[in-house]
C-alpha cells in the first residue's frame, strides 16, 4: 500500500508539471495568435479611417454645388446651436453655439456633404463600425447614422475637449496617422465605446478629426466568439491600463459589472471614462500584470482574483497600444490530473478496507484454530491432572 500511494503521488506530479508546461506554452501561443487577429480586424477600421479622412480633404476644398435639399435640412435651435432636423439618408450635423456662424461656416458644414455616401458605406459594411464623424476644430460635428443632434447634444459642446478629437490633434499625433483612443462614454447616445480617429489638415493648419466608433458590447460579443479551452476568457486591455472589455464570465474574477450602455438623462459635458476599479494599474492584485501593460511586453503571470490562483497570458495589440489577456483558472487547468489522483486514491482506501477486513476474519479464524488447537493439547493433561 505504501509503495502503491507513493507511486500515485509521484505519478500526480508528473502529470501536473506536465500540463502545467503544456498549458503555459499553448495560452501563450494562443494570447499572441488572437492578438494579432485582432490588431488584423482593427487595421481594417484605421484603414477605413483613413479613407474617411481623404474623402473628407477633398471635400473641404470642392467647390461643387451644394444641393438644395441640403442647404434646407437645418435650423437655428432656441440656444443659437445649428443642426438638421431631417433625415434625408445622409448624416446628421450639429454647430456648437460657441462658434459665430457666418456664411463660411454653413457652407463648409454643406460641402461635407459629400462625405455621407462613405460614411453611410463605412456603417452599413462593417461588422465593426456602429459610426462614422467628423468633428472641426470649432466644434462642428458631423455625424452617420442620422439622430436628432439638437436634442442630444449640450448646445456649447467645445468639441476639442473630448478624447475623440485631441487624441489626435497636432499635440498627441505628430505623425498624424489614425489612432485609437480608449473607452469612453460616447456623447451622441451610443454608450461605452472606443474610436479610430485621425487628423484633417489643410497644410499645417488642423481642420478637424475624423472617426469610427465601435462599441464596447460588440467588442464583447466578439471576445466571447474565441474558442479557448480550459473555461478560460479573454480581456481587452487600454495602454492606461483600463479594462476596456470584460465578458460575463470575468466579472466575478475582478469583482466588476462591466459597463455597456449609459443613461443619458445629463448631457455629455466632458470627458467621461471608466471608474478606477477597472484600471489594473491601479489594483493591488494585478501588479505583475500592471508591469507587463507599461512594458508592452508578452508573457505569462500569476495572479490571485477574489482567492482563486489564476494564469494569465498577456500580449500586446500592435499599432493600437491595447492588449489581450487571457484568464484561466489553475484549479480547472489541474482539475483532470486531480480527478485521476483521487480515482486512484479511492481504489488505494478500497483495498486497505479490504485488508482490514480480511485481516479481521483471518484472525478470527486463526484465533479460533488456536483456542480448539490449544484445547485439544490441554485435555489429556488436565486428564492427568485429574488422575494425580
Same mark, same amino acid.
Given at each position: 500500500?505504501?509503495? $502503491?500511494?507513493?507511486?500515485?503521488?509521484?505519478?500526480?506530479?508528473?502529470?501536473?508539471?506536465?500540463?502545467?508546461?503544456?498549458?503555459? *506554452?499553448?495560452?501563450? !501561443?494562443?494570447?499572441?495568435?488572437?492578438?494579432?487577429?485582432?490588431? =488584423?480586424?482593427?487595421?481594417?477600421v484605421s484603414a477605413q479611417t483613413q479613407l474617411l479622412v481623404d474623402a473628407t480633404e477633398r471635400a473641404l476644398s470642392s467647390d461643387n454645388p451644394i444641393? *438644395?435639399?441640403?442647404?434646407?435640412?437645418?435650423? @437655428? =435651435?432656441?440656444?443659437?446651436?445649428?443642426?438638421?432636423?431631417?433625415?434625408? !439618408?445622409?448624416?446628421?450635423?450639429? $454647430?456648437?453655439?460657441? =462658434?459665430?456662424? !457666418?456664411?463660411?461656416?454653413?457652407?463648409?458644414?454643406?460641402?461635407?456633404? #459629400?462625405?455621407? &455616401?462613405?460614411?453611410?458605406?463605412?456603417?452599413?459594411?462593417?461588422?465593426?463600425?456602429?459610426?462614422? $464623424?467628423?468633428?472641426?476644430?470649432?466644434?462642428?460635428?458631423?455625424?452617420?447614422? &442620422?439622430?436628432? @443632434?439638437?436634442?442630444?447634444?449640450?448646445p456649447d459642446i467645445r468639441?476639442?475637449?473630448?478624447?475623440? &478629437? &485631441?487624441?489626435?490633434?497636432?499635440?498627441?499625433?505628430? *505623425?498624424?496617422?489614425?489612432?485609437? @483612443?480608449?473607452? $469612453?462614454?460616447?456623447?451622441?447616445? /451610443?454608450g461605452w465605446m472606443a474610436s479610430s480617429v485621425a487628423p484633417v489638415y489643410s497644410g499645417d493648419f488642423l481642420e478637424g478629426v475624423v472617426g469610427l466608433?465601435?462599441?464596447?458590447?460588440?467588442?464583447?460579443?466578439?471576445?466571447? /466568439?474565441?474558442?479557448?479551452?480550459?473555461?478560460?476568457?479573454?480581456?481587452?486591455?487600454?495602454?492606461?491600463?483600463?479594462?476596456? #472589455?470584460?465578458?460575463?464570465?470575468?466579472e466575478v474574477d475582478w469583482g466588476l459589472d462591466e459597463l455597456t450602455d449609459h443613461s443619458y438623462e445629463t448631457a455629455i459635458m466632458q470627458d467621461t471614462f471608466k471608474p478606477a476599479d477597472f484600471n489594473v494599474l491601479a489594483r493591488e492584485d494585478t501588479r505583475e500584470l500592471a508591469q507587463r501593460i507599461e512594458s508592452a511586453s508578452a508573457g505569462l503571470i500569476n495572479l490571485q482574483l477574489q482567492g482563486r490562483n489564476k494564469l494569465v497570458s498577456y500580449s500586446p495589440i500592435p499599432d493600437t497600444g491595447w492588449g489581450l489577456a487571457l484568464v484561466v483558472d489553475e484549479e480547472v487547468i489541474l482539475s483532470e490530473?486531480?480527478?485521476?489522483?483521487?480515482?486512484? *486514491?479511492?481504489?488505494?482506501?478500497?483495498?486497505?478496507a479490504g485488508l482490514v477486513l480480511f485481516y479481521l476474519i483471518f484472525f478470527l479464524w486463526l484465533y479460533r484454530k488456536a483456542l480448539g488447537l490449544s484445547r485439544h493439547l490441554a485435555a489429556p493433561m488436565q486428564t492427568l491432572v485429574t488422575m494425580i
Open positions: 500500500l505504501a509503495a $502503491y500511494f507513493a507511486t500515485n503521488t509521484f505519478i500526480r506530479d508528473q502529470n501536473v508539471r506536465h500540463l502545467e508546461s503544456q498549458v503555459r *506554452e499553448e495560452l501563450q !501561443g494562443m494570447s499572441a495568435r488572437e492578438a494579432e487577429l485582432i490588431s =488584423t480586424r482593427l487595421g481594417a444641393p *438644395e435639399d441640403e442647404q434646407q435640412r437645418y435650423f @437655428t =435651435t432656441p440656444e443659437g446651436a445649428w443642426a438638421t432636423n431631417s433625415d434625408n !439618408g445622409g448624416a446628421a450635423a450639429f $454647430y456648437s453655439n460657441v =462658434t459665430e456662424l !457666418g456664411d463660411a461656416q454653413r457652407q463648409k458644414a454643406w460641402r461635407l456633404a #459629400a462625405t455621407d &455616401y462613405l460614411m453611410r458605406s463605412l456603417v452599413d459594411n462593417s461588422p465593426l463600425v456602429a459610426q462614422a $464623424y467628423f468633428n472641426t476644430h470649432d466644434s462642428f460635428n458631423r455625424i452617420y447614422p &442620422y439622430f436628432d @443632434t439638437a436634442s442630444q447634444y449640450p468639441i476639442p475637449d473630448y478624447n475623440f &478629437y &485631441y487624441d489626435a490633434d497636432a499635440n498627441n499625433n505628430l *505623425e498624424r496617422k489614425p489612432v485609437w @483612443t480608449d473607452v $469612453y462614454i460616447d456623447p451622441a447616445g /451610443q466608433d465601435i462599441l464596447v458590447k460588440d467588442i464583447i460579443s466578439n471576445l466571447l /466568439q474565441l474558442q479557448i479551452p480550459w473555461n478560460a476568457y479573454a480581456v481587452l486591455i487600454g495602454r492606461d491600463g483600463v479594462l476596456m #472589455a470584460l465578458p460575463p464570465q470575468g490530473a486531480n480527478a485521476l489522483q483521487k480515482r486512484f *486514491e479511492q481504489v488505494g482506501l478500497w483495498m486497505l
